[in-house]
């Protein structure tokens, strides 16, 4: 049988990457499920997983427009920030894949 447990336990034994993914796609189900009742039909709920990516991946990308911006658009000494952005993509292959299975 399977049990919230055990799937924490298996969540915990894969590695950086795909523990994001999965943790992820999980928040953006449930942020999903917690938004469509209050959208009745299927066109507003296509948007909503739209609404969601596009607030995350605009806020994911602030620290990156400002140093742009600071830099009068110089983009050659661009900060590397890893966690940042390996964070999002992984966010973004979430939303993805949601996309794939609620549409």
Not at 32 to 56: C, D, E, N
Not at 78 to 90: E, F, G, K
């Amino acid at each position: 049988m399977i049990t919230a447990e055990r799937c924490w336990q298996a969540i915990a034994s894969l590695d950086g990457g795909y523990k994001l993914l999965i943790v992820a796609s999980l928040v953006l189900v449930a942020c999903f499920q917690a938004l469509l009742p209050l959208y009745p039909t299927r066109k507003q709920r296509a948007w909503v997983l739209t609404a969601i990516g596009s607030a995350l991946f605009t806020i994911s990308s602030i620290p990156f427009v400002t140093h742009v911006v600071t830099h009068r658009g110089d983009v050659s000494n661009l900060v590397r920030i890893p966690w940042w952005s390996d964070t999002a993509c992984r966010v973004f292959q979430a939303y993805l894949l949601s996309c794939v299975f609620f549409s």
